[in-house]
């Protein structure tokens, strides 16, 4: 990042002066670049006019809208000088009105005329709602309805120990659990992948990730702090890859694996040579594991490495597969990471355990949740709940989920483990492993398939996972689905398996 010294808030961000105020900072089809300068512009625009409403500093307010370059702006804005809360615009009322008595959310933005559920959410729970109007000319060009408010002053900035932003944990079956980033958090974030990534003011990224998801804003700040430019198309779909690539010409994307296999099959739809020449030099995969087959083609076909990294909203980024390791989330990039046993006794190389991490990008705790926080933590280590073990080289390896371990019988297996050899064999699109009851052993396993190969059986699976496990790890039964259960991180919901399948016997691969 250009001359980063002192950066701690988004303001510093945005304002960085060594940033040339005319070079684009978002492109976006239909639209005329919105310059560094006229970012600036629209930041300090919308902070007055908060201000000019009430708001203050830590003051939560929650961009509700589809992936857009004037829901990024406003984002961007809403954390320049209070706390953005990323909401899933397609989330149920009961969801919303949970949230927002949880949270603590003063206002909601919505675009005009939305038809989401939250606007009337917020008007059963005493949540504002202010209207977001696009406009025409430059990507992230708008307005906010209604007019109004107090006389606006000088606009009012977040100071670094404020709360940037709060992410929800992504549960399936409880009251999700608050995490608050302070500015300095969430802009050291910022520094540090653009210093592991090698991103420059020369750099123009793809973004396809809904804004929601934590990894969403996340990424579409990263080129801005060091002076780059985001395309951020409206709406995005798997179709829109390719035109895109070509007449805007990134350098890199990132993705969740579900989308990166979505933008294959694009890719593969087209002859090779209409590829060559293309302006990435590298892609990047987050959220969940992708399956090395994927990997593997997107790194022929498009000729430019995949990196890998493992992050959680807890911790942002912990470690980056960079040089690329086969299997391995990579090298450890925060500041300390250890395994430990079930007694806490930190282990060597090549011993598994919990992983558990400490650094300035750690959080400190849940919000209003003592137990869950004392939990989550050993001796000032944050408890990951992952599994894994380094090798020599110091790369990391996961093996599965602290939570999800299956308890056959005494013995703890990964359904990670198993969903990675599913997806190795060239007929399954997409797998999940899934603990389900016993009688005789406390808990078993069986999975989830998606085929691309219609004409294979559960038998032939089941002799291809002989050939690559031990055999107590073979699930019992194989289940062909149309679609995998997955959060809108990518992440697979096992629970839904075990409630689909644990209470009986589903008909199985035939």
Known sequence: MANDAGCSTIRDMVFNEKISPEHPAIESPGYQSLTYHKLRHQVISMVRTLN??????????????????????????????????????????????AWFSQIGIKAIIVRRESKTAAVMAAGQNDVAVLELEPADG???????KPEGGGSAGEAVFAEPSDTACVFLTSGTTARPKVIPVTQKQFILTRKNQCRIFGITEDDRYLHTVPLYQSMGIGHFLNPLCCGGTVICPRDFIPSDFLPLLRTYRPTYYSAVPALHQAILGRIRRIPAD??????LRFIRSGADTLPENVRRELETLLGVPVIENLGTSETAIISVNLPPKPG???????????????????????SEGEIIVKGETVFTGYENAPEETRAAFINGWYRTGDIGYLDPEGYLFLTGRKRELINKGGRKIAPAEIDTVLLSHPGVRDAMTFKVSDPMLGEDIEAMVVLSDPVLTEHALKHFLLDHLVNFKVPRRIH????????????????????????QQGDGLV
């Open 52 to 97: 000019a409403r009430g708001y203050r500093r830590n003051d939560r307010i929650s961009v509700i809208m589809p992936a857009s370059p004037e829901a990024a702006v406003m984002i961007l804005s809403v954390m320049a000088g209070f706390t953005s809360i990323p909401l899933n615009p397609h989330a149920q009322r009961a969801e919303f009105g």
């Open 138 to 144: 430059d990507a992230g060009n708008f307005g906010l």
């Open 274 to 279: 209409e590829l060559k020449n293309h302006s």
């Open 328 to 350: 391995s989330v990579g090298i450890p990039v925060i500041e300390h990471l250890e395994i430990i046993d079930e007694n806490g006794t930190i282990l060597g190389p090549g």
């Open 480 to 503: 062909v689905v149309p679609a995998v259960p997955r959060n809108p991180a990518g992440k697979p919901l096992r629970e839904a398996g075990t409630r689909r399948y644990g209470r």
